[in-house]
């Protein structure tokens, strides 16, 4: 009850439809975008008209689709079909190290990182790329690291309803390595546990060792 009453409050509700879909939020026309691309060129000091960065505002436009890519997808989508014939497979399932970029929402800046999954199936088994596709997605979305961690293990409990997620996340984040403090070799691990793994310590701690 707890989780749920906190989840609600970090506004991290997997199934809880993208923000700008919801507010109705007009999306710019391509153009658009690349004219504030040349803005910011400008207003760096540079010249968005001479050659070397002619091409740079539909180039930079075409990097952005392929980081965000995440808006237009729907995760609970990707982890619909399940498999029933497990022979009463009722272990951890561990997915280690799936590596992921994902942008700071504070600053845009790269955020690389790993993720580790686990659940304890009940009843049901998902296509392991399906894991990683469920990090994937959310990575390419403007995030903060616990929120990522959050709704990647959020999704999983509710569209796979087994007995436990855990999920870890440790990254490098760009705006912490090459501006502000310029602390390029420190990562920040965040996890969520739910089910028996949050209540179970022995099992988490077995995770824990398997993701380490
Ligand atoms: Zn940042």
């Given amino acids: 009850m707890t989780m749920s009453a906190n989840a609600r409050a970090l506004d991290v509700r997997a199934l809880e439809p993208v923000r700008a879909l919801r507010a109705g939020l007009r999306r710019p026309e391509r153009s658009e975008a690349e004219a504030a691309v040349r803005t910011l060129i400008r207003w760096a000091g540079d010249d968005p008209e001479r050659e070397g960065l002619a091409e740079t505002p539909a180039r930079v436009i075409r990097a952005l689709e392929e980081f965000f890519a995440g808006y237009a997808e729907d995760p609970a989508a990707i982890l619909q079909k399940s498999f029933a ?61 616990e929120k990522l961690t959050a709704q990647i293990a959020n999704t999983i409990d509710e ?7 855990g999920v870890i996340v440790k990254a490098l984040h760009h705006c912490m390595a090459t501006r502000g403090v310029h602390k390029p070799d420190t990562s920040l691990v965040t996890s969520r546990m739910l089910g028996c793994f949050r ?12 993701a380490g």
């Fill in 85 to 145: 014939e497990i022979e009463g497979y009722d272990e951890m399932v561990v997915l280690r190290d799936i590596r992921f970029e994902s942008h700071c929402e504070h600053h845009m800046a790269p955020i690389i990182g790993t993720a580790s999954v686990a659940y304890v199936p009940c009843g049901r088994v998902v296509g392991i790329s399906k894991l990683a596709r469920v990090v994937e997605v959310y990575a390419r979305r403007l995030q903060i690291q």
């Fill in 159 to 165: 569209v796979l309803k087994p007995h436990g997620v």
């Fill in 199 to 210: 209540d179970n310590s022995q099992l988490r701690q077995q995770f824990l060792g398997m």
